[in-house]
């Protein structure tokens, strides 16, 4: 199964970027790369996904790599209620094999 | 309000017992999911569903079992085989296939007694 791998944590000042790398270096062509983050107590939230082409929308944008063993999920102006454990997840889809595999997290926190 | 709930918020489990988790969701969505939460640590599927009267097993599911009668619901039973159920339990749903974006409920906390 494809693994990801993820830095435990990471800290921003508010307003400022916040870059978040993610390795799957054994992805398979067919994966594709999901993004969520999760508040204490909650579900997780969706934020973005692509299979090989960059992708942007309100929430973030996603960079991926020309050979997709990695990406980089972009936060342009971290704010408070970014603060959060983000998580970034190969899925696959075959027939009935259907694989999913999570990355550990990285947890956000953003500095007033 | 279309979305994705679960129930109860809080369930208490006495040993030997077999409790039911509720997860409904009202977005036509083929597939289902369920995870499992430990403090501090990530999600870990348990059971999934691609379509009514199919499921597969996810990579904890002993001690679990679920059912999918309905499109729109999926339970969850922990089983008193599962030693250590105490986790916070999230079910999710999406189209069917890897690009679907999962939609989760707010989650079960289960307490074992």
């Known amino acids: 199964d494809a693994k990801t791998t993820q830095p435990n944590s990471m800290e921003s000042n508010e307003e400022e970027p916040v870059h978040l790398p993610c390795n799957h270096s054994?992805?398979?062509?067919?994966?594709?790369i999901h993004w969520y983050r999760q508040l204490p107590s909650q579900g997780p939230e969706y934020v973005i996904h692509?299979?090989?082409s960059n992708v942007n929308n309100r929430m973030a944008s996603l960079a991926i790599a020309e050979d997709r063993k990695s990406s980089t999920l972009i936060l342009h102006r971290a704010t408070l209620r970014d603060a959060a454990v983000y998580y970034c997840?190969?899925?696959?889809?075959?027939?009935?094999?259907?694989?999913?595999?999570f990355g550990a997290g990285t947890t956000v926190t953003v500095r007033a | 309000d279309g979305g994705i709930t679960q129930s109860p918020k809080y369930l208490f489990r006495k040993e030997g017992q077999n409790v039911t988790l509720s997860c409904e969701q009202n977005?036509?969505?083929?597939?289902m999911y369920w995870y499992r939460q430990d403090p501090g640590q990530g999600l870990r599927l348990i059971y999934y569903?691609?379509?009514?009267?199919?499921?597969q097993k996810g990579d904890i599911a002993e001690g679990y079992s679920v059912s999918r009668e309905k499109k729109e619901s999926f339970p969850l039973t922990v089983t008193s085989a599962q030693k250590n159920p105490t986790a916070f339990y999230l079910c999710?749903?999406?189209?069917?296939?890897?690009?679907?974006?999962?939609?989760f409920g707010p989650g079960t906390r289960l307490l074992v007694l």
């Open positions: 999710a749903s999406s189209i069917a296939g890897a690009s679907g974006t999962q939609y």
């Open positions: 054994t992805i398979s062509g067919t994966d594709y």
């Open positions: 692509g299979l090989t």
């Open positions: 997840i190969l899925s696959h889809y075959s027939s009935n094999d259907y694989k999913l595999s």
């Open positions: 977005l036509n969505h083929d597939a």
């Open positions: 569903s691609q379509i009514v009267n199919d499921f």
